[in-house]
């Protein structure tokens, strides 16, 4: 977490923030001043630059913030990667081990800096997880049950990216894919490249069914940075303003 720079500047009170679901009992959801702004998009679409940029602009315009991710809880991140490196997790276990990830992260990250008025950057929130879950053969009203804990953020902005171009800039980039990342537990295919096109051709799939649920703004990962960078801002500081 960083520290608000001296000219921090408060965003109104939302009057209609509210969790996904059954929340956290007895929170006070009209004291959190700050706004939850989350990126999506799967490794290689650019989220990590993005929010880097994004960062950079918010904290230059006098707004403090914090950021947020999978496997970054202090409760479990390392022993969910430690258990992911042996390639045994099931299903069921994988998603537990991440939903307690997420909750440990919004019980004492997220909502903690909203109520200080933080904006709070997540890179990936319930939508990742919930896509992959489901790619994975989970039960739908499971998962949101499981993730009623979520609060509904202020904007969402899915970075999309055709599996052709993913596994290009993947490549160019490690060399080598990951087994997760690739659904290799799922038994598509048992060469890591045709999983990979399976599994994320799989992925972006729900996605846009989702965006019909949970209305996210899909954005063109395929453009430059610069362009993707400009189009976050002007929508974003919209958001701030309160339009």
Known sequence: MKSPVKNH???PHRSDRRFYGHGIPGFDLEMLAGKLIVVEGADGSGR???????VEWL????????????????LVSEELERAQEGNILSRTTLSLFYATDFADQVENIILPALKAGFIVLADRYIYTLMARDIVRGMDEAWLKNLYGIALEPDAVFYLNVPPEELVQRTFAKNATLDYWESGMDLGLSRDMFDSFMN???AIQKIFRRMQTTYGFTIVDGRRSA??????LQKKISAVLAGK
């Open 48 to 54: 990590s630059t993005q929010i880097a940029a994004l």
């Open 199 to 201: 599994y994320q051709t």
């Open 9 to 11: 500047i408060l965003v």
């Open 59 to 74: 904290e230059g315009s006098g707004h403090a913030t914090v950021q947020v991710g999978l496997k970054r809880s202090t």
């Open 226 to 231: 610069d362009a993707i960078k400009a189009e």
